[in-house]
């Protein structure tokens, strides 16, 4: 509500069409989810109509036993609905850009969607939002589709989801730290690449450590993501708009400004004007807002030509240059066309063979 709230302050909402939200279906979600899951989960859902407080009480301890079985999970007999309506509110959004109703769309929904993988839930989320709602649009006919995921946090399940399908190029900027940041292992690696038919559709950005502010983020979008969306070239591009990477977060630890952010809009919205934003994590009302205000904001905008942040006149830390240096090196052979990779990789090698002691 709060980002809703700063929306109409800066009279941002009634610039915009207010898409009626509905709940997700079945059907659309075991598209994308397994049917054992989407039954057990719709199992578990109350509607206003059961006012039976017995029936009510006596899920709270198979809600309670369900959330400490899993990862990151926290369940009340709200939580089913509050999730559907959240994929119902992603599958409207991208239904109205790829119908024409609208150039672009923002779902301002809770609870997050990008850690729900095929068969479960974890990180706060129970079913993956943007996931269901491409598999939608893929189904409507959409052949390319830019998924941007800018979440502090890997989305694993997104990336789970359609690393063996061409269709869909997923890109993640996280912090990765070695494969001990939420959620931990090597799935975030800029190593990990996709799967069979969708080898090289995957591409990870992961920093390792925190700090990571605006000069490393748009350093990600000029010299990776920009140039292999470019070759790609999406018909529709779905952002999974985490601002726990945001400056004040008290979870990720990043420095990512609201200008920031806008910038990322205004870049990617030059590559492709139908485009949909997905809020998934943050932990910072305020950070939060400002954010989703910014971004909402570029959305409007025609053009690409602002003056740079002062948080980005630095240029990007020596740790981030490494690391996109590690995913240009991974992804390079699948993308052979892009020479911006092989640019990534001799200017950090450059750079370190210049940093090396000489030897007495």
């Known amino acids: 509500m709060t980002s809703y709230a700063e929306l109409c302050r800066r009279g941002l909402a009634r610039r915009c069409l207010l898409i009626p939200a509905r709940r997700a279906t079945a059907l659309e979600l075991k598209r994308c989810h397994r049917r054992i899951y989407v039954d057990t989960m719709l199992g578990l859902r109350r509607t206003d109509k059961e006012a039976d407080l017995c029936a009510v009480a006596a899920t709270g301890p198979l809600m309670k036993n369900l959330a400490h079985r899993q990862d990151s999970i926290y369940l009340n007999e709200h939580s089913v609905d509050c999730a559907l309506l959240a994929a119902g509110c992603s599958l409207e959004a991208v239904a109205a850009v790829v119908n024409g109703t609208a150039e672009a769309a923002a779902a301002i929904i809770r609870p997050p969607g990008h850690h729900a993988t095929c068969c479960g839930m ?17 189904n409507k006919g959409v052949k390319r589709i830019l998924i941007v995921d800018w979440d502090v946090h890997h989305g694993n399940g997104t990336q789970q989801i359609f690393e063996k399908d061409p269709r869909v190029l997923f890109i993640s900027i996280h ?24 080898l090289g559709y995957t591409v990870n950005i992961g920093w390792d450590g925190a700090g990571a502010g605006d000069s490393e983020y748009i350093a990600a979008m000029q010299f990776i993501v920009l140039p292999i969306a470019n070759e790609f070239s999406p018909e529709l ?33 030059e590559l492709q004007s139908k485009m949909v934003l997905c809020l ?6 305020k950070s939060v807002a400002l954010s989703v205000v910014a971004c909402v904001a570029a959305l409007f905008e025609k053009t690409t030509s602002t003056p740079p942040d002062k948080d980005v006149s630095h240029g990007p830390s020596a ?24 640019g990534v990789i001799s200017d950090v090698d450059s750079s370190c063979a210049m940093s090396k002691p000489e030897i007495a």
Request: aromatic share 10%.
């Open 237 to 269: 591009i779905v952002i999974s708009a985490g601002f726990d990477s945001a400056r004040g977060d008290p979870l990720g630890g990043c420095k990512v400004t609201p200008a920031g952010y806008a910038k990322l809009v205004r870049s990617l919205r």
């Open 280 to 285: 998934e994590g943050g932990y910072n009302c």
């Open 175 to 198: 912090r990765y730290d070695s494969g001990l940041f939420y959620p931990t292992g090597s799935a975030g690696a800029p190593e990990s690449v996709g799967a069979g038919a969708g």
């Open 122 to 138: 974890m990180g706060f989320c129970l079913y993956n939002n943007v996931a269901v709602a491409v598999i939608d649009a893929l």
């Open 319 to 342: 740790s981030a240059l490494e690391m996109l240096a590690r995913t240009a090196k991974s992804i390079a052979r699948f993308w052979p066309r892009q020479p911006e990779l092989c």
